[in-house]
């Protein structure tokens, strides 16, 4: 059984979203979702509403982990595989990080590239799977057929 | 508003010397005292910066050091902003000086730092921020730094020699610096031949950590005449701003930004800014500049921050040599954190010390010629920032 790494930040299935918060009072977007108080410091919101966010958007910037990063980190396996990251602009105006997803590296990525989101296994523990959103490149027009 | 004076500044050599953080800033402190020739007993105010170790002696920081140094009856204070607590001490000390509340101040940072990947405390920690950012996405603080400078590759054509080239030129500045940790020259294929740890940045373009320790003596304008301190050193600003909402610039620890559209200027430009409009200067009087060289690539974005350039025009003034020793704006003639490493409460009080003996020309080996006005910039988390402006 695959199970969110993190409850309710992210939907799964064929079209997986992250799931923010919406203030009911100025409609602030929130990422990670938020129950306490708006970021807007011309609102006194309290109130938020679920909201997920657009699945696609232009990369900001993006990095590896080349070393295997300390605990809180859980490998995803025996031997430490590199991964790639990304900071994902999406159409909300606001920018999300996000591991890339396997089998994707930095030489896939350029700043203003288009990725969307996936949902991909993170590690595994004793409930199972766990999973988690990664950001994947999507193959611009004409890239395929040169591939 | 009459400026205060830097009476004093001290250090304790960068390294690691396995010894607790409370020698070492007393250690820098007394080197403060003697630097300006007051007596201990004579201090009526100390503010410490706090340090992340456990127990009540990191976490009293202002009043252990007083401890240490002999009570003296002298009011106390602790600050903590992560990488900015220095700075904030120092405004702390330096507010109540202007009030007529104090006449002469310590301020103190000192720490011991462990090795390796710096990483949120054990246990499990769901509605921490540092905590998961490790937990869910593998986020170290090098990823952080990477990002800014993958992007300026992308979007400027900064290159991964351009980087090395920053960690050249500080290494060649520290190397007269008695308190540098690293005093050896670097050259471009140690630092491109070195590891890459995130993608651009190489194991040599990210700062080490080390233990070390300073200490600035601030005094009243009026104390400073009475006891002969002439052409001193003057604090004409210390900004300590926060961002402005929406913070549209992605930064350690968090995992996403605000929404929304993106102000007139990011956070760090407004750090610089508040300094600059405090101090009734701008970026073009500026002679010398330490700023947070965390990563080689930063000490670019940091240049651009301060408006000592245009945005993507930091490379170039790093090729034309405008920014070492002789050149237009030497940045980090210190070594920075490069030849230091962090110590998290004592760099942006080290900028301070930097800035007093390059603005009194006695930098030896490292001084910038004719230097009237300097500027210090460092962010630590969640909305620290800040930035010092010191001048004659
Ligand atoms: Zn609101």
Redesign the pocket.
Known sequence: MSVPAIEGWFTSGDAPALVGSR?T????VHFPRTDGF???PR?A?EEFAETTLARRGTVWSYTDAQYQPPPPYIPAGDDYIPFALAAVELPEGIVVLGQVAEGYGVDDLHVGAEVELVVERLYTDETGERTIWRWKPVAELGEEADA | MSDVVVAGVGMHPWGKWGRNFVSYGVHAAREALADAGVNWADVDLVVGGETVRNGYAGYVAGATFAQALGWNGARVATSYAACATGAQALDTARARILAGMSELALVVGADTTPKGFLAPNAGERWDDPDWLRFRLLGMTNPAYFALYARRRMDLYGATAEDFAAVKVKNSRHGLANPNARYRKEVSPADVLGSAVVCDPLHLLDICATSDGAAAVLLCSADYARRHGLADPVRVRAVSTVTPTFPNTVIDMPLLATDAGTPGPRTFKESIGDAAYEEAGIGPDDVDVAEVYDLSTALELDWMEDLGLCGRGEAEALLRAGETTLGGRIPVNPSGGLACFGEAVPAQALAQVCELTWQLRGRAQGRQVEGARVGITANQGLFGHGSSVILSL
């Open positions: 203030c009072t100025c409609a602030t708006c970021r807007n609102c919101g």
